[in-house]
C-alpha cells in the first residue's frame, strides 16, 4: 500500500501488480473485478484525474469511504452532487 495525494490508498502501481499476480496464477485476469478503496476525495475531480490511471492498471471499481473528521460531511455531500 502507499500513501497516495495525503491518502492510505493502493497506487496505480500497486494495482498493476496485483493484477499481474492474479495473472500469473490464474493464466488471464478476465471476469476478477480489482477495487481501489480509498478515501473520498477532496475534489469530486481528483478522482477523475486518476481514474484512467487506475483503469490503465487493472481496477474496475472504485469504492471511497470517509472516516468522521473536520468536514467529513461535505465531502460526501459533494460527491454525492457530483453524480460520479
Known sequence: ?????QQFR???G????VRA???ALRGSAD?????????????????DAAAGEYSDAGATWWIET???GPDWW????ARVAAGR
Do not use: C
Request: net charge negative.
Open 1 to 5: 500500500m502507499s500513501i497516495v495525494d
Open 10 to 12: 493502493p497506487s496505480a
Open 14 to 17: 500497486d494495482i498493476g501488480e
Open 21 to 23: 499476480q492474479v495473472e
Open 31 to 47: 471476469g476478477y473485478d480489482l477495487a481501489v478503496w480509498a478515501a473520498v476525495a477532496k475534489a469530486p475531480a481528483d478522482v
Open 66 to 68: 470517509a472516516w468522521p
Open 74 to 77: 461535505p465531502g460526501i455531500q
